[in-house]
């Protein structure tokens, strides 16, 4: 089975621009997590989605960022316009089974905003 | 203000002793957590779990302790091997709350050969 898929695994981009990390959860999941892992601040929620539709954003940094889940497999977190403190690895992650609070991450995408 | 906290940023062990990782939380509400193990370049896999009305949760070389009154749990992997070499990350979630996990900042566990 296909594990949790992250598209871009790396993405390098000049401060200012638009940069969209892309996530397919297990297919039968039904919450998609967007995590954020810094040195400082170590693995923080940004946002997540239960049967598509957002339940707690309280974790997004600012309005620059933003997040979309279009359909039960795919969800999107775009930063615009990019900051170099935005530079992070972004990982995303599914859960489904009713009663298990076990989530399964993606590979995670690292950003790094020059 | 972190709700849980992992105090020993790095660990190390000799191959076939104990590895002890240790957590603690201070949310009184935290009733279920879990264990993630997380290797470079990949994303943190779930390891172990256990529920508050355990004080013990045992897989194979791996057991989780749960002490609710000091709001602490610890990891025990026995042995060691040196593909447990890794960060593992603790983890605190409120069952019948929201799915939110609460993670730690980690323990990086070297296991010499």
């Known amino acids: 089975d296909a594990g949790v898929i992250q598209s871009p695994r790396h993405e390098v981009t000049e401060m200012g621009q638009e940069v969209t990390l892309r996530c397919k959860p297990i297919?039968?999941?039904?919450?998609l997590f967007w995590y954020r892992q810094t040195m400082m601040r170590g693995l923080e929620l940004l946002i997540y989605f239960n049967n598509n539709v957002p339940i707690d954003d309280s974790g997004m940094p600012e309005d620059r960022f933003s997040a979309k889940m279009p359909n039960a497999s795919f969800s999107t977190l775009k930063i615009q316009p990019s900051e170099p403190r935005d530079s992070a690895v972004y990982f995303c992650?599914?859960?489904?089974?009713?009663?298990?609070?076990?989530?399964?991450f993606g590979p995670g995408t690292r950003l790094t905003v020059t | 203000d972190q709700q849980v906290k992992q105090n020993s940023p790095s660990l190390s062990v000799q191959e076939g002793r104990i590895s002890i990782l240790n957590c603690d939380y201070t949310n009184s509400m935290f009733d279920y957590f879990l264990w993630y193990k997380k290797y470079p370049a990949e994303g943190p896999t779930f390891l172990i779990s256990?529920?508050?009305?355990?004080d013990k949760n045992e897989d194979g070389r791996f057991t989780v302790f749960l002490n609710k009154s000091a709001k602490h749990l610890s990891l025990h992997i026995v042995p060691s091997q040196p593909g447990d070499s890794a960060v593992y990350f603790c983890a605190a979630t409120s069952q019948g709350g929201s799915e939110k996990l609460v993670f730690g900042k980690g323990t990086k566990l070297t296991v010499n050969p």
């Open positions: 992650a599914s859960s489904g089974r009713t009663g298990s609070y076990e989530q399964y």
């Open positions: 297919s039968g999941h039904n919450s």
């Open positions: 256990i529920s508050s009305i355990k």
